[in-house]
């Protein structure tokens, strides 16, 4: 999974630098001091070199932690949850939904339920190329309220149907 690769190479990073037990929870650590110029620098030169990036605007963060949320509900937890997607977020970053939207909105230039969506159809995806589900059950696992709504999603997404883009990938394997 990436974002435990993530948690221990910042996590390491971070002992490297003289911190010992500190919690990495979704890209975010809370230093009990302020890091020293020089320290800083090394820190953000080591996750830089890892692929990752010291980030220090609070809205960047949150942005980057609401992504972050989104991304681990869809793609690595076997069961999304039962509640509005709103609720959830608003829930697990104990903030205002609508001041997290409008943040997210600010820097990404796409709302947050479009984010989620444009995952949930990389997931939809994904399931589709495994070929272990069937749509209807696609559709189930991931809360579609049906099979039609999902299609339409996807279509509106993609350009095509679901069944016309595992169609394209199976041509596409065949034919290398």
């Known amino acids: 999974m990436v974002s435990q690769r993530?948690?221990?190479?910042?996590?390491?990073?971070?002992e490297n630098l003289g911190f010992k037990d500190l919690k990495v929870e979704f890209g975010v650590v809370d230093l009990p001091e302020?890091?020293?110029?020089?320290?800083?620098?090394?820190?953000?030169e080591s996750l830089h070199r890892s692929g990752l990036e010291?980030?220090?605007?609070?809205?960047?963060?949150?942005?980057e932690r609401i992504k972050n949320l989104i991304i681990e509900?869809?793609?690595?937890?076997?069961d999304l949850p039962k509640t509005n997607y709103s609720d959830y977020i608003s829930d697990k970053m104990n903030q205002d939904?609508?001041?997290?939207?409008?943040?997210?909105?600010?820097?990404?230039?796409?709302?947050?339920?479009?984010?989620?969506?444009?995952?949930?159809?990389?997931?939809v995806k994904e399931l589709l190329l495994y070929n272990e589900l069937n749509l209807s059950e696609i559709s189930y696992k991931l809360h579609y309220s049906s099979i039609g709504h999902l299609s339409?999603?996807?279509?509106?997404?993609?350009?095509?149907?679901?069944?016309d883009y595992k169609r394209m990938k199976v041509n596409r394997n065949t034919n290398l």
Request: aromatic share 6%; proline share 1%; hydrophobic share 40%.
């Open 97 to 123: 939904y609508t001041y997290l939207s409008n943040i997210f909105s600010e820097k990404k230039g796409i709302t947050i339920l479009q984010f989620t969506i444009l995952n949930k159809i990389e997931k």
């Open 73 to 78: 509900m869809i793609h690595h937890s076997d």
């Open 6 to 14: 993530c948690k221990k190479l910042v996590s390491q990073e971070l």
């Open 34 to 44: 302020v890091l020293s110029l020089e320290k800083r620098l090394l820190l953000a």
């Open 152 to 163: 339409n999603q996807f279509k509106k997404v993609t350009g095509m149907s679901p069944t």
């Open 54 to 63: 010291l980030m220090e605007n609070k809205k960047d963060i949150l942005v």
